[in-house]
């Protein structure tokens, strides 16, 4: 799905990839990353990488928390659910600072994990510029 993803918006209108210095896709918990055994956000970073070359960086933002799955909660439940839960490692500061990246989630409905992973970013790195992609987004929860 990655790399039908990046095919398309590689040869769209606007060359999407165009100054983007590397992917970072959204991490999972380490309990989850266990139970699951792959992390989804990252087999997508892989098939845009494979498109576009682009690195992929996942030691820079980590996921704090093992918070509930969001599938089942309302709007103000998911923002309340991510709030605060990523945060930058060290080496962050090191890798983005004046990069543009390009975060990575599977699935958006209502921003918030995106938002609260781009948060922990901007706070460590103030001068990451950040873009977004989402294999889809939903618009009924």
Known sequence: MGRCMATHLKH???NFFEGIDLIIPVPLSSVRMRQRGY???EL???GIKSETGLPI???VVIRTTDNPTQTH???IERWENVKGIFKATP???QKLDNKHVLLIDDVTT???TLTSCALAIKEAVPECRISIATLCM???I
Do not use: F, P, R
């Open 12 to 14: 769209g209108k606007y």
């Open 39 to 41: 992390n989804q956000s």
């Open 44 to 46: 997508v970073a892989e």
């Open 57 to 59: 960086e996942t030691g």
């Open 73 to 75: 909660l309302n709007d």
């Open 91 to 93: 080496e962050a500061i």
């Open 110 to 112: 209502t921003g918030a």
């Open 138 to 140: 939903t618009t009924d």
